[in-house]
């Protein structure tokens, strides 16, 4: 297998074409596709969220040449690339070492069953209304939940996302039972508007600024924040799941725990 064929592969989950029209609808850039192509066949892929030393070091490991990330392994310009520069080290870390490396980023965010998507489903939802929508996805979504305390919304999260690392805003014995959730830093004055139109009890997203959390509550909207880690990781793994049952050749997922 190639990087063009493991691409193909992965864009039958979240196809460029949506990164794309993400990017011309909402006035945005990504960078989504191969960023480092050694041209050799992979023998073995590691699906990581983030190009990190540790995710290199982990394939390193295992001897696979091939990484798979959801952030962009290279995002702005580059005007070098060397094992010696902060920007590109770990790109030229990776060619270095034979392992070519494929990004997706938006269009995995917003794919149909992407990781916004399983971002409603590890929350409790199952179906609901967007914010963005696009010809083969969306951004942004409005879902019924069970009805229980914010409190007890908040254990049911850390457990289901597996991670300590939440901050939660509003009345405890408040009764969530509509949620609004953006993964990654999707929060802005556009996703609050639509979590206000559609009369949500509780917002989930990461990243989130001071202004954006009390213009939250001042509308009577409690707010969840999960690291922009965890609120990713989850569906990423999900779709690696699904994944490597059409990959012939050997995989691994690598979660880094310190940033869940």
Same mark, same amino acid.
């Given at each position: 297998?190639?990087?063009?064929?493991?691409?193909?592969?992965?864009?039958?989950?979240?196809?460029?074409?949506?990164?794309?029209?993400?990017?011309?609808?909402?006035?945005?850039?990504?960078?989504?596709?191969?960023?480092?192509?050694?041209?050799?066949?992979?023998?073995?892929?590691?699906?990581?969220?983030?190009?990190?030393?540790?995710?290199?070091?982990?394939?390193?490991?295992?001897?696979?040449?091939?990484?798979?990330?959801?952030?962009?392994?290279?995002?702005?310009?580059?005007?070098?690339?060397?094992?010696? /520069?902060? @920007?590109?080290?770990? $790109?030229?870390?990776? #060619?270095?070492? +034979? %392992?070519? !490396?494929?990004?997706?980023?938006?269009?995995?965010?917003?794919?149909?069953?992407?990781?916004?998507?399983?971002?409603?489903?590890?929350?409790?939802?199952?179906?609901?209304?967007?914010?963005?929508?696009?010809?083969?996805?969306?951004?942004?979504?409005?879902?019924?939940?069970?009805?229980?305390?914010?409190?007890?919304?908040?254990?049911?999260?850390?457990?289901?996302?597996?991670?300590?690392?939440?901050?939660?805003?509003?009345?405890?014995?408040?009764?969530?039972?509509?949620?609004?959730?953006?993964?990654?830093?999707?929060?802005?004055?556009?996703?609050?508007?639509?979590?206000?139109?559609?009369?949500?009890?509780?917002?989930?997203?990461? /990243?989130? @600024?001071?202004?954006? $959390?009390?213009?939250? #509550?001042?509308? +009577? %909207?409690? !707010?969840?924040?999960?690291?922009?880690?965890?609120?990713?990781?989850?569906?990423?793994?999900?779709?690696?799941?699904?994944?490597?049952?059409?990959?012939?050749?050997?995989?691994?997922?690598?979660?880094?725990?310190?940033?869940?």
């Amino acid at each position: 297998m190639k990087s063009s064929e493991l691409l193909a592969l992965l864009e039958c989950i979240g196809p460029l074409s949506i990164s794309k029209e993400f990017c011309a609808k909402c006035n945005c850039y990504d960078n989504s596709g191969i960023m480092a192509d050694t041209g050799e066949s992979i023998n073995g892929v590691l699906f990581s969220l983030d190009l990190s030393e540790k995710s290199i070091a982990k394939a390193k490991e295992l001897g696979f040449n091939a990484i798979v990330t959801h952030h962009p392994a290279i995002f702005g310009s580059l005007s070098t690339v060397s094992v010696n /520069d902060v @920007k590109s080290s770990l $790109i030229a870390d990776c #060619l270095k070492n +034979g %392992i070519c !490396v494929i990004s997706m980023h938006l269009n995995f965010d917003a794919a149909p069953e992407g990781i916004d998507y399983y971002l409603m489903n590890g929350l409790g939802g199952d179906a609901g209304k967007t914010m963005i929508k696009l010809e083969d996805g969306a951004y942004g979504r409005v879902f019924d939940v069970k009805p229980r305390k914010l409190r007890d919304y908040t254990e049911f999260s850390k457990k289901k996302f597996n991670t300590e690392r939440i901050i939660c805003y509003g009345d405890g014995d408040k009764k969530i039972a509509r949620v609004a959730s953006f993964c990654g830093a999707g929060c802005d004055d556009e996703a609050i508007d639509f979590a206000a139109s559609e009369e949500v009890d509780l917002f989930v997203s990461s /990243d989130m @600024k001071h202004h954006q $959390i009390t213009s939250l #509550l001042s509308r +009577g %909207i409690s !707010v969840l924040i999960l690291t922009h880690y965890a609120s990713e990781n989850y569906g990423f793994n999900k779709i690696y799941e699904k994944l490597i049952e059409e990959l012939n050749i050997p995989t691994a997922y690598f979660c880094d725990e310190s940033l869940l």
